[in-house]
């Protein structure tokens, strides 16, 4: 096992031996990239200039997270141009944008998948019918990950549904709640998108992204993920508390008519 974990690599900070001057031999071998591919970026002004010692070019921590960013940057689909209008926007600062991207792609809370065999979800939930199947499969509630191996990306979800299913309610039937709350909270989470995109990034990008609000404008998006989480529970525990309650009064009037 490696001695630094990936998340670690992926938020770019420097390994062993990144802090010191390094060669554009063991920069490319650091982050792993082709000489040639830093060259190139380094032309395209994606990369700052190393400084030059003996007619040698000597490369630091900070082209090692610029160009970490740039890998992960092309992961998510940017290509060069699009990464190149980024690093002009956030004054070329590889540790602005990274903030940021971390900021968005963070996950709320992480769980650690789960390995189960076909086997031991048949135990679980029993046979299930192919447009169960397919369901399951679109809500990326399990992963195939072949000879009869399923990843089960949030075993707490996978936990509640045996919940659902042992109080005697059919799997299809929670699947089917499973996609309506899944419609629903995809709808409420672009709501709140949209409001720190039109509320803070525009005005911030509209202002000329002045140096001293990138650390607030960065915070804000951590700030506002776990605002809306808050928030939906919150509203959530009073329209259920709502609901059942109006439900338990009509159900108490049926048994009170029937019973005269």
């Known amino acids: 096992m490696a001695s630094v974990s990936s998340d670690t690599?992926?938020?770019?900070?420097?390994?062993?031996?990144?802090?010191a001057d390094l060669?554009?031999?063991?920069?490319a071998a650091e982050v792993g990239m082709s000489?040639?591919?830093?060259?190139?970026?380094?032309?395209r002004g994606l990369l700052p200039a190393p400084e030059v010692r003996a007619r040698v070019g000597f490369y630091g921590a900070e082209h090692v997270a610029r160009l970490r960013l740039i890998l992960d940057l092309?992961?998510?689909g940017f290509n060069l141009a699009a990464i190149e209008r980024l690093m002009s926007a956030s004054g070329g600062s590889a540790a602005?944008?990274?903030?940021?991207?971390?900021?968005?792609t963070a996950p709320f809370e992480?769980?650690?998948?789960?390995v189960v065999t076909g086997e031991e979800l048949l135990q679980r939930f029993g046979e299930v019918d192919?447009?169960?199947?397919?369901?399951?499969?679109?809500?990326k509630l399990l992963v195939p990950l072949g000879d009869d191996r399923f990843e089960v990306p949030s075993p707490a979800l996978m936990k509640a549904a045996e919940q659902v299913t042992e109080l005697g309610i059919s799997l299809h039937a929670a699947l089917s709640l499973v996609e309506r709350v899944s419609r629903d909270c995809e709808s409420i989470s672009r709501a709140f998108v949209r409001l720190y995109l039109k509320e803070l990034w525009e005005p911030f990008i509209e202002g000329d992204q002045p140096d001293e609000r990138w650390d607030e404008v960065i915070e804000a998006i951590r700030a506002l993920r776990a605002i809306a989480s808050e928030a939906l529970l919150a509203i959530f525990k009073q329209r259920m508390s709502a609901e059942v309650e109006a439900a338990s009064a009509k159900l108490l009037e049926q048994h009170v008519k029937r019973s005269r």
């Open 9 to 19: 690599k992926r938020a770019g900070a420097p390994q062993a031996g990144a802090g």
């Open 23 to 27: 060669t554009i031999e063991q920069l």
């Open 35 to 43: 000489v040639r591919n830093i060259r190139n970026h380094h032309s």
């Open 74 to 76: 092309q992961a998510d």
């Open 96 to 104: 602005r944008l990274l903030g940021l991207r971390n900021a968005m």
């Open 110 to 114: 992480s769980e650690t998948p789960e």
């Open 130 to 139: 192919a447009k169960d199947v397919e369901r399951i499969r679109r809500l």
